[in-house]
């Protein structure tokens, strides 16, 4: 079992527990203030998402594996995780490499065709974070940081780090924290996010951090949320189908 699995697996129960507490007190509040209801099938097609694609990441095939592999057999170093710079040099290239993979998912229909689940969700909430789609194998997504192994760094430390940049990600699919300050300049936080999954268009492929906000400054795809337009949620043509392959597909 991979390091990166037993860190997804270990995290799981604690996502779907938490997840299952914003929703009762979402539910509840908007019971009582008689707002949009919350969406309890939606969850639920997140939740059945995110445990097919478990079954899924124990299958040993991928497009990005014999890439990968191959980066590895011709890597210029070998970089183990020891002194603090070593760790800080992943954390960064990573984030790097993440940016480039999420900015592609949004502008290339090859990634998109994936990462279009992840926007499927007409509300955002804690569980529209796991909501991450079945064909990431099968388009390469991995394959974004092979310049990391090619460097030097273990596919499974690269893969391990993603692993615990996306569970960072996990809070911030919220409607309910507010913007955080001068975290705000550093950080991908809940309000930098809400922004990455609406559909206005004044809001579209913009904020493609994971841990961080920084390289959208730097590249000119950071766009702050404002009070003028609120954000809508879900894809441009929204999905009203609760049917799995439907959603998938």
Known sequence: ???PFRILLLALPTVFLLSLVEA???????????TEPFDWKAMGLSMFDQV???LILMVPLSLAAPVLAFAWHHRIATISIGPWWTFALLFIGQEFCYYWFHRAAH????????????HSSNQLNLSAAYRL????KLTGNTMFYTPLVWLGFDPKLVLAMLSLNLLYQFWIHTTWIPRLGWLETIFNTPSAHRVHHASNLR??????GGVLILFDRLFGTYIPESKDEPCV???VRPVTSYNPLVVEL
Do not use: I
């Not at 789609?133 to 990431?136: D, I, N």
């Not at 809001?203 to 493609?208: K, P």
């Open 1 to 3: 079992m991979g390091v």
């Open 52 to 54: 097919v694609r478990q």
């Open 107 to 118: 502008r290339v229909r090859w990634f998109w065709a994936t990462h279009a689940v992840h």
């Open 133 to 136: 789609g079945w064909t990431g």
């Open 233 to 235: 949620y879900g894809l």
């Open 203 to 208: 809001y579209l492929d913009a904020n493609y």
């Open 24 to 34: 009762v007190v979402l539910s509840l509040r908007a019971r009582r203030a008689s």
